[in-house]
């Protein structure tokens, strides 16, 4: 994809934000996750497997949010407690096996493109910090906002969420809080942002230039509403 430029002027803070599930990924990673470290660590926890589809019936019932759903499945299948420190080499191998096999590599040189344009890379997932940080890592982004877990003074990772999950409207509560952080100026910054799904409706809205990225066919629609470029990573 072209370099776009809508609306910058010169001496501005350029900043591009990425979804990571499905734009820069090609599949999931939550899940995927959560089963790797059952297999790595504790595979007896596959009994726990028969209890995993009454999560879901709550929240298809509304009975449970999707946050609540997401702590439900990771104690299920990962535990209430284990040491953060025993979790991290498990957490890289991970990150290794999803930069091998499960990303767009047009992705990747879009991420590069953005690089050598001086632009801030921010990568913006509803997946748990606690491992997006590795692949945000091995990507080279500046920064990253994500669900946060609990980590106890143990050290141990609770079944927690720390404030909210990072979806959907509340992403731009944590992108304004980083621009505070970073003592950036919206008015004096160029935010491109890439999606692939209309949950990032908000996001993309707070954007310059918003991209969608091997859209769903309802971010399709949407982009194609709003004027949005409409790019394939696959």
């Known amino acids: 994809m072209e370099p776009l430029q809508r609306g910058l002027r010169d001496g501005m803070q350029k900043i591009s934000l990425y979804d990571m599930d499905r734009t820069i990924t090609v599949r999931g990673t939550y899940t995927p996750f959560l089963f790797y470290l059952l297999f790595a660590r ?33 104690r299920l299948l990962m535990g209430s407690g284990p040491k953060l420190a025993d979790l991290q080499p498990h957490i890289e191998r991970f990150a290794d096996h999803v930069m091998r096999a499960n990303r767009h590599q047009k992705a990747l040189e879009q991420i590069e493109s953005d690089r050598a344009d001086g632009r801030k890379l921010v990568l913006v997932t509803a997946s748990y910090e606690l491992y997006a940080e590795a692949i945000a890592r091995r990507l080279g982004f500046d920064h990253l906002i994500g669900t946060r ?81 409409i790019v394939d990573w696959r």
């Open 42 to 74: 504790a595979p007896w926890r596959l009994i726990f497997l028969p209890l995993l589809p009454f999560g879901f019936i709550g929240y298809g019932l509304k009975l449970i949010s999707r946050g609540q759903l997401k702590t439900f499945n990771q």
């Open 149 to 229: 877990l609990e980590v106890d003074g143990e050290g141990r990772v609770r079944p927690q969420i720390l404030g909210e999950n990072c979806y959907d409207d509340a992403k731009i509560g944590r992108i304004e809080a980083l621009f505070a952080a970073q003592g950036w100026q919206r008015a004096e910054s160029h935010v491109r942002a890439y999606s692939d799904h209309v949950s990032d409706k908000a996001m993309l809205e707070f954007a310059d230039e918003a991209i969608a990225t091997t859209p769903t066919p309802k971010m399709r629609r949407l982009a194609e509403q709003r004027g949005w470029p």
